[in-house]
């Protein structure tokens, strides 16, 4: 149910200009379950819009930690202007040694030599522009419902 609470927050919030109270009260209402004192520790107002969006979507990564929803979040965020706060990537995918992420390797992540030097182990990685980013919808749907061949995802 919070889900759909705070997915229904998110979405009035980012229709509207200003602070919308009807988000803000969805947002209360996911946030106020979980507090020590609701009276209390209820937040009462956002300066912008934005604000109430961010705290929206930080509300997501507490009620949803371990319930393996942040990866949607963090590709449907990722070129967002104003919510994408790591900048381009996977935060947990980053390895602190790697200076070009442009590049992986599926070899030692210490070194970041591909396995036995094997040069085929060393992959580019998919920009979100990229038509192979998103997979094609499969031939099996395509063939029970012609209506979605006409609709299949760019370049395939």
């Known amino acids: 149910m919070k889900f759909y609470v705070l997915n229904l927050a998110e979405a009035i919030q980012r229709t509207s200009g200003t602070p919308n109270a009807r988000a803000f009260a969805l947002y209360n209402a996911v946030r106020s379950r979980s507090v020590a004192d609701p009276?209390?520790?209820?937040?009462?107002?956002?300066?912008?819009?934005?604000?109430?969006?961010?705290?929206?979507?930080?509300?997501?990564?507490?009620?949803?930690?371990?319930?393996?929803?942040?990866?949607?979040?963090?590709?449907?965020?990722?070129?967002?202007?104003?919510?994408?706060?790591?900048?381009?990537?996977?935060?947990?995918?980053?390895?602190?040694?790697?200076?070009?992420?442009?590049?992986?390797?599926?070899?030692?992540?210490?070194?970041?030599?591909?396995?036995?030097?094997?040069?085929?182990l060393i992959h580019a990685a998919k920009p979100y522009t990229d038509f192979r980013f998103i997979w094609p919808i499969p031939n099996s749907e395509t063939t029970i419902n012609p209506v979605l061949a006409a609709q299949q995802n760019p370049g395939y």
């Open 39 to 120: 009276a209390t520790d209820e937040l009462t107002d956002f300066a912008t819009a934005n604000d109430l969006i961010q705290a929206i979507l930080n509300e997501r990564r507490i009620e949803f930690v371990c319930e393996g929803l942040r990866w949607g979040d963090i590709h449907r965020l990722a070129q967002d202007p104003d919510f994408n706060s790591w900048g381009s990537g996977i935060p947990a995918k980053i390895s602190r040694n790697i200076t070009n992420y442009s590049i992986y390797y599926t070899g030692d992540p210490n070194t970041n030599t591909a396995i036995l030097g094997n040069p085929s």
